[in-house]
């Protein structure tokens, strides 16, 4: 049965709603399928080490995940991003989760179908809070929040800046305050999800605004260009620039 051999690209691209991030690699990685990795190294890496990468990359998938949902569901609604506090000190994470989970059927019902991302986080004096960005939530006056969410405060906000908001949710899942096999992040069924290709750059103008640019040395890769565009009000998708 023949191997199938991976092949060698430069440059890898992941596309996020109205947002592009390209990597340029000095050193190739490797493509087999779907995925991409560097050349393969039989270095181990102590746990810590390995706890916190894997902290990143959830980080950048949340991120991701925030930028290619918003404002992808019509003129009707747009994105907001709630606070979801308890008035009881509740500390234990089941019955913090319970009590959101109704928050979630009781909106369900009233509103349909609904996308959204939330994070826990433990406060100070223990208490669980949630912050919940929903992409498609039309306007709901703050009374009828509060009688829909019924265990404590709520503080509701329009976010108008993606990128801002995308960064200040996903540093959340920084604090280690889950348990073992406890979720850091709950999202709703039916998200788009970023998509990342490779071996080319078509489709990145000079029309494009280049948010920011920055380099660095990766382990297996050499010089990393790393760069985030802006893409959004033009006619074609990025994806279809090939």
């Known amino acids: 049965m023949s191997q199938t051999i991976p092949t060698p ?4 691209t992941t596309v996020s709603g109205d947002y592009v991030e390209t990597w340029m690699y000095e050193k190739p990685i490797f493509i087999h399928g779907s995925g991409g990795y560097p050349l393969p190294t039989s270095r181990k890496y102590p746990c810590d080490y390995l706890r916190k990468q894997a902290a990143l990359r ?12 918003w404002g992808q569901y019509g003129k009707n609604t747009t994105t907001k991003f709630l606070t979801l506090t308890f008035a009881e000190n509740i500390i234990d994470r089941k019955i913090a989760n319970r009590y959101f989970d109704n928050f979630l059927k009781r909106l369900r019902r009233r509103y349909g179908k609904l ?3 939330a994070v826990p986080e433990r406060q100070k004096r223990g208490a669980w809070h949630y ?7 039309p306007f709901v006056p703050w009374q009828d929040m509060i009688s829909l ?5 709520i503080y509701i906000e329009k976010v108008h800046n993606a990128l801002h908001c995308s960064r200040y949710i996903s540093k959340y899942l920084s604090k280690d305050d889950r348990k073992k096999n406890e979720k850091s992040v709950y999202m709703s069924i039916g998200l788009i999800r970023s998509e990342t290709v490779y071996g080319y750059t078509s489709g990145l103008t000079s029309d494009y605004k280049k948010l920011y ?3 660095y040395d990766g382990e297996y890769t050499g010089r990393v260009v790393y760069s985030c565009y802006y893409v959004g009000n033009k006619d074609e998708k990025f994806l279809n620039k090939k």
């Open 131 to 137: 912050h919940v960005i929903f992409f498609n939530l």
């Open 115 to 117: 996308f959204y991302l």
């Open 9 to 12: 690209v430069y440059v890898r």
């Open 149 to 153: 969410w019924k265990y404590g405060g």
């Open 213 to 215: 640019s920055s380099e």
């Open 58 to 69: 959830a980080q950048q998938n949340i991120k991701r995940t925030i930028l290619s949902n």
